[in-house]
């Protein structure tokens, strides 16, 4: 077993979510808990986070249970817990948000647990790109740092961002993010170009249509996981990430190949977190369960 | 070699489009003529179509050239050739039709040549599922059929349509066509519920996010091949279909993964097309172009 370890750093929310197959009041989300989550069937995660008084016991049990590391996951007297509220389109490709409340997420301010320092596999979940430095600072030797961005940031901190790209391994972002960050109409110019604004390589997300990867190498491709019956997408970006540099963190084989495989990990725990409400659906299954599937998808693009 | 022949009845028409890239004036176009260019790599295709007096004689001599049949391509006295103009948005996924004049393709009533009644692979390039199934008799003894089709005859044509899908062997239909047709939001119970409609298989077509193949052993998944300069995406789809139908026409390997092999090709052939205006860059190549960059996907795709 590898002596890595991997930490996270992200939101820990309460997410309200209407879908064309139903509805969940206050579930149990937001970035840090996909990607803690969905990395645990690979390692033991470390999650740093803010939550309020609201947050109750069961939840911290639920990640106990999958034994992520929840030391760096403060809770805030008198505070309240992040909250969203969203509707997604019927295509389940889009989603309106309705209602925000950052509550103590909205002055997070990460102070890493000294004990969380020495960890090797660093992922800054979504967040302002000051924020994702400062977290960066307090990691003594980082093997290999992966960050998320959106769109808010590159066009309200687009210095503070660049900035940043050059002190990543990868960069994770979407189709039309990427497109935005270079002003470009083509996904593989764009990809290409980010390459060239620092980080070693970019993964640029889909949705239902897969993932790409960029590297010195070249460019990688993975179609999406066929799922019939998408019940809730919230998650599928940060279960993925969770996916992946939970399968890299834990793989002691040779380079070439690791960050391919670690993506198909990610693409196939996302494909069972978008088939339930929150994390209904990965509580459920266990770490056969992935490596079937993943056996699975890979017949399913041999040709 | 195979001693298999491959059909292809269809629109020959000249285009004038508009892209980013910039513009193409009564360009040799049309669903035969991209299909049976495309298949010509692979296999020495029939084309059925009809044009005006106007077809000038280099055109006949382009298909010649990469030995097209044209037995079956009848000019029409004193008719005008089939016109359309069209212009792409910035991201080249959607066009607006300015003009279209069918004229001689109006009233096409293909009868084939005698000659080609034997042929054994057949496609159906888009058009009403009337004319598709009255070619379709014309065939003494089909082995594989596939035919294309778009929305304006799901919407008008609906019930031919539907008496049409138990002769093919195949569908090909691009993911909103396949969407309308089952009414549906989920492309995967869609391709599924096509083929109990009564294709053998379906393959859904997604442009630059690739394509999926649905048959009895399930679902197959191909990505889209990283194009960084799209010039004109004009009959990328008929590129598609002519690369798989020759390659599978001329492929006398076992049948476990064939058609699998036959949609790389496809999607090979159509990278190329995309490429350049019209025929352009499809001109410009060879075979051994396309098997390298088959391997250069094939590449691409491996985890």
């Given at each position: ?6 930490i996270v750093v992200g939101s ?103 004990a969380f320092c020495d960890s ?184």
């Amino acid at each position: 077993m590898s002596k890595d370890t991997l930490i996270v750093v992200g939101s820990v929310a309460f997410d309200s979510i209407e879908t064309p197959r139903g509805n969940a009041d206050e579930a149990l989300g937001g970035s840090g808990t996909y990607f803690s989550y969905a990395a645990s069937y690979f390692t033991r995660p470390r999650l740093v986070g803010v939550v309020g008084e609201d947050f109750p016991d069961e939840h911290r049990q639920l990640f106990a249970k999958r034994q992520i590391d929840t030391t760096g996951l403060t809770s805030e007297k008198g505070g309240k817990t992040f909250r969203w509220r969203g509707r997604y389109h019927s295509d389940m490709n889009n989603r309106d948000t309705l209602e925000v409340h950052l509550n103590v997420f909205g002055t997070f301010n990460p102070v890493l647990p000294p004990a969380f320092c020495d960890s090797t596999h660093v992922f800054l979940a979504n967040g302002s790109p000051l924020i994702q430095a400062k977290v960066l600072d307090q990691i003594k030797k980082p093997q290999m740092v992966m960050a998320d961005t959106m769109d808010l940031w590159i066009s309200t901190m687009h210095n503070e961002l660049l900035a940043l790209l050059p002190r990543l391994d990868g960069l994770l972002l979407n189709e039309s993010e990427a497109l935005m960050l270079t002003k470009d109409h083509n996904l593989i110019r764009a990809g290409m170009a980010i390459r060239k604004l620092g980080p070693k390589f970019v993964i640029i997300k889909k949705g239902e249509h897969g993932s790409m990867l960029f590297t010195q190498d070249g460019v990688f491709l993975l179609p999406g996981y066929p799922t019939e019956e998408v019940i809730d997408p919230t998650g599928a970006g940060d279960s993925f990430a969770g996916g992946l540099m939970g399968q890299l963190c834990s793989d002691d084989s040779p380079p070439p190949g690791r960050l391919r495989r670690a993506m198909a990990y990610g693409t196939v725990v996302a494909s069972f977190t978008v088939e339930g409400f929150g994390l209904d659906r990965l509580k459920k299954i266990e770490r056969a369960d992935i490596d079937k599937r993943l056996e699975h998808y890979k017949s399913m693009l041999d040709f």
